[in-house]
T-cell receptor, first 114, second 111 residues
């Protein structure tokens, strides 16, 4: 298993600004992912954070809006750029090993954009 | 694209009642199946998983799930729920290349 922490836990931001969310894993993991969970809805995968290369984005998500870094096997960041109220959501980081996609989730970052 | 359906949005049970939460998926190939649980104020935790072998899998806290390939289903069960089982439950399916989550089922157990 892996223990995942995220910072910040919550934030209130103004329209047009950017927020960077940090995700730290307590052990080296193969895969790290970023999800969005909007109120009352399921998790939507934003991208897979690849160590040493560009993230792999899901349909509907682009690097300019959600730049991701993963400088090593235990750390990743997600930036929500040029925010609008529609970006208000919970952003979750997860980590996994192997091809099974068994994932461990962080506590989430609750973002409110005003 | 594959999809995951959870039939019940909100389930309300009394303590000691039996539970079954439905999960169906659309992907026709080999799948890995998961149930995750999110207790109030806590993060998502893995409840149980199926990769291969015995289609009846047992997880933590007395939960089990049965994979029925012909029905593309992976329903979650518990014979007798407790108040502490109040939580949101998510089914997830990993197909060829990606992982999809269901919309979640909120379970409320009345003491």
């Amino acid at each position: 298993s892996a223990v995942i922490s995220q910072k910040p836990s919550r934030d209130i931001c103004q329209r047009g600004t950017s927020l960077t969310i940090q995700c730290q894993v307590d052990s080296q993991v193969t895969m790290m992912f970023w999800y969005r969970q909007q109120p009352g809805q399921s998790l939507t995968l934003i991208a897979t954070a690849n160590q040493g290369s560009e993230a792999t984005y899901e349909s509907g998500f682009v690097i300019d809006k959600f730049p991701i870094s993963r400088p090593n096997l235990t750390f990743s960041t997600l930036t929500v750029s040029n925010m609008s109220p529609e970006d208000s959501s919970i952003y979750l980081c997860s980590a996994g090993t192997g091809e099974s996609y068994e994932q461990y989730f962080g506590p989430g970052t609750r973002l409110t954009v005003t | 694209a594959q999809s995951v359906s959870q039939h019940n949005h909100h389930v309300i049970l009394s303590e000691a009642a039996s539970l079954e939460l439905g999960c169906n998926y659309s992907y026709g190939g080999t799948v890995n199946l998961f149930w995750y649980v999110q207790y109030p104020g806590q993060h998502l935790q893995l409840l149980l998983k199926y990769f291969s072998g015995d289609p009846l899998v047992k997880g933590i806290k007395g939960f089990e799930a049965e994979f029925i390939k012909s029905k593309f289903s992976f329903n979650l069960r518990k014979p007798s729920v407790q108040w502490s089982d109040t939580a949101e439950y998510f089914c997830a399916v990993k197909g060829l290349n990606d992982m999809r989550f269901g919309a979640g089922t909120r379970l409320t157990v009345k003491p």
